[in-house]
Structures are given as C-alpha cells and as structure tokens.
C-alpha cells in the first residue's frame, strides 16, 4: 500500500535561506520557499510500493537518534540539497564530526522480474545537521559536495526545535505506518494518550477513514503523517 502524500497546490509560506558564495564568506542571503519541483526525481521505477515499518532492517545511517545532550553551542539545523544527495551529504558531513539525521522509509521497488527493499529520505531534498553557528562549521558544511543552502526564516541561520526533530525520531523509530503529509498550520490538536507514541502531540487528520497524527517541521514547511487509534487521542 502506498499512501505518500503529496505537497502540490499549497501556498507555502515564504522561507529565508543562506546558501555558498564566495564573495561572502562562503554565504549570501535569499528568501523564497519555491524549490519543490528540482526536488522531483528523474526517473521512477515501474511499480513501487510501501513497506510495512521495520526497524531490525533500517540503516543507522539514516534513522539514527537524536543524542540525548547537545554539545554546547551546536544546534539543529535543516540543510537542503541536490536531488539524490541526501545520504552521500550525511556520510560526508559525518566525515567531517558533524553529526546529521536523515529521516527515512522503506519501499518495495519493482523493476520488471527484480524486487527490492529501498531506504527513500522522507523529506526528499532535505536533512539535519547539528553544528555550532560559527562562520568556519558554517563554510565547512556549505562546502559538503550536495548541499545547496542552509534553511532559515531570518537574516541569521534559525535552528530547528529540538521538540519538532524529536517527534520526528519517535515516529520514524516506532513500528507505527508513517508517510509525508502536507503541511499543516491549523486544524485540532491532539495528544497519544498510550502506546509506543504516548505523549506525542499533533494535528488531528483522516485518510480513508483512517485516523491520523500529523506532526510537522516548521522551518521546512514539511509534516508527516502516523496512523493511529481514534480512541488512544485527546484533545489538547
């Protein structure tokens, strides 16, 4: 089954970016949040479908956790990237002792007599990296083969919640069915009152008659999507 939400059509909210230039210390400043369609794969197999959650088979590499401190000064941060380049910038990042998340799933490939279980970003064009602001860390991961920008909402880089990556590490390490959900900025509230999620909070959905907990990283205008049970939620 495969129920990938899509993102196209909604009016997403105008976000601020750093990205390389040389002139600048390896930094310039722009706004805009309209990079979705370079994000799109080139080409596709001939039958995909999603794979139920299995964590014994996920890459570290990819659904690694959040360290439970942070080093004094870093942060999180959302990096945006080449398409494709996801992975090979966490290796390189991780290269150079600057940690990252890639948050990801897993789907069935099929290419004509071939099946093949694939690990896919969950935020195509997009992971996190935890670095101190500092104009050398900040030249050295904007120098990462793949990275295109550092997102922010300012003229100084903002870093991610660490409430927000957590839920997201929760949900991408838990046997709960997941999938990208499109953005949400209203809607109810909700709180898991039990269940490998308890505690976690967020936007009341449906889908097919299924009940849905949508969660979403703010500065990436991005959500994601669990199924859960109607009668484990309370408003909040």
């Not at 120098?143 to 997201?168: D, F, M, N, Y």
């Not at 449906?206 to 990436?220: A, E, F, P, W």
Request: proline share 5%; net charge positive; glycine share 6%.
């Amino acid at each position: 089954m495969n129920f990938r939400g899509g993102a196209l059509g909604l009016s997403w909210p105008r976000t601020n970016m750093f990205e390389p230039d040389a002139g600048n210390a390896g930094i310039r400043f722009r706004a805009g949040c309209s990079f979705v369609n370079d994000l799109l794969p080139t080409a596709s197999p001939v039958v995909s479908e999603r794979a139920e959650p299995r964590l014994d088979s996920m890459s570290s590499d990819w659904n690694a956790s959040l360290p439970s401190s942070i080093m004094t000064g870093s942060q999180w941060y959302a990096l945006h990237t080449r398409s494709n380049f996801e992975q090979r910038v966490a290796a390189e990042l991780s290269a150079k002792d600057i940690e990252s998340f890639l948050p990801a799933y897993q789907e069935v490939h099929q290419w004509t007599q071939r099946k093949k279980l694939v690990n896919l970003p969950l935020f195509p064009g997009y992971l996190f990296a935890s670095f101190e602001n500092s104009s050398a860390i900040r030249l050295a991961v904007l120098r990462t083969a793949g990275v295109v920008r550092i997102l922010s909402s300012g003229a100084k880089l903002e870093p991610v919640p660490q409430e927000e990556l957590e839920t997201l590490r929760r949900i991408v390490q838990s046997r709960q069915r997941y999938d990208e959900h499109p953005f949400l900025r209203t809607g109810i509230r909700v709180r898991i009152r039990r269940g490998v999620l308890k505690g976690l909070e967020g936007t009341l959905s449906h889908l097919k008659n299924k009940t849905r907990v949508v969660t979403s990283i703010t500065l990436l205008c991005r959500s994601i999507a669990v199924e859960v049970d109607a009668q484990d939620l309370e408003a909040i």
